[in-house]
């Protein structure tokens, strides 16, 4: 059964600042929507819908690219269609490009906002893994003042996030820094295009002397949030890349990840699917086929 659209109030300041003076004058009782491609689904599907929601939808003040020289802000209102478009980001950050061709179709990634796929902290949610091994930091911000604090401390729980209930997400700050790190992303899913992830895997990794200097592993849905693989990290942290290797990291990804059983997939699955990602990026990294 749809939902009845006659049941929710809309309104649409058109401005930051407006927003932000609502948010603050009640406090967790607007919900903020921007391309509205979750909350659209979730209404014809006849699901519970926030009865007041507040549009971000059109506020140039949220939907820019900024690049700088350390560092690229995307405004939670860009779009991943924008993304894709962005010259710097399919250059410095090729992960993220290629994760937003993943969401849904050309349709949803014309409407589809980096804040809002953000916030809306889906355990599968495709751009996330991208971000999490740039070590991306998210800017919150509400009539108070604004904040900045690692996406990877952005979720707390399913759907639960760190944002106060006054605040927006305003910005994603990606550092520039990866130019010679090998890197990785993969999604598993019942298809090629349109498909939720069954598992997603991204990594980023700095060779010295044949040694892992650095490492990032995400994933998406082997958790209840899109989450770095902390013990997965420290298992490979300044080890040789070679197949002694890949069985201690085979098995910290075994032991971390937390996966559930759902229509699209099991458990079990996507933990020997996570690992043999994982694995597939160890070799390619051994056998020097990883990208830069």
Excluded: C
Aim: glycine fraction near 6%; charged fraction near 20%; aromatic fraction near 6%.
């Amino acid at each position: 059964m749809r939902g009845n659209a006659e049941a929710h109030q809309m309104i649409a300041p058109g401005s930051l600042a407006a927003v932000l003076d609502l948010m603050s004058s009640a406090p967790g009782e607007w919900t903020p929507i921007a391309g509205g491609t979750e909350i659209m689904v979730a209404h014809a599907a006849g699901k519970p819908v926030a009865e007041k929601l507040v549009s971000l939808w059109g506020i140039p003040e949220l939907r820019f690219i900024e690049d700088r020289t350390e560092s690229i802000a995307i405004g939670a209102a860009a779009t991943f269609r924008d993304l894709r478009a962005h010259a710097a980001i399919n250059a410095d950050w090729p992960l993220v490009s290629r994760a937003s061709s993943w969401i849904g179709s050309i349709a949803n990634q014309s409407r589809a906002t980096v804040g809002g796929n953000l916030v809306n902290g889906s355990p599968a949610a495709d751009s996330s893994p991208a971000f999490l091994v740039y070590d991306a930091e998210i800017e919150l911000v509400s009539s108070r003042g604004s904040r900045r604090i690692p996406y990877a401390a952005f979720h707390t729980g399913y759907k639960q996030n760190a944002m106060a209930p006054d605040e927006l997400l305003y910005a994603i700050h990606l550092p520039r820094r990866f130019a010679q790190h090998r890197q990785y992303l993969r999604k598993v899913g019942t298809r090629r295009a349109m498909a939720v992830a069954k598992v997603a895997l991204a990594v980023t990794a700095l060779l010295k002397e044949g040694q892992m200097s650095e490492i990032r592993v995400a994933a998406a849905s082997l958790a209840p949030f899109p989450v770095r693989l902390v013990q997965v990290e420290t298992a490979l942290l300044g080890q040789p890349i070679n197949s002694i290797t890949i069985q201690p990291a085979r098995a910290a990804l075994l032991a971390e990840a937390t996966p559930i059983d759902d229509i699209r997939s099991t458990a079990t699955y996507r933990r020997q699917v996570g690992a043999n990602l994982l694995e597939e990026f160890l070799i390619k990294l051994r056998t020097g086929d990883a990208s830069k």
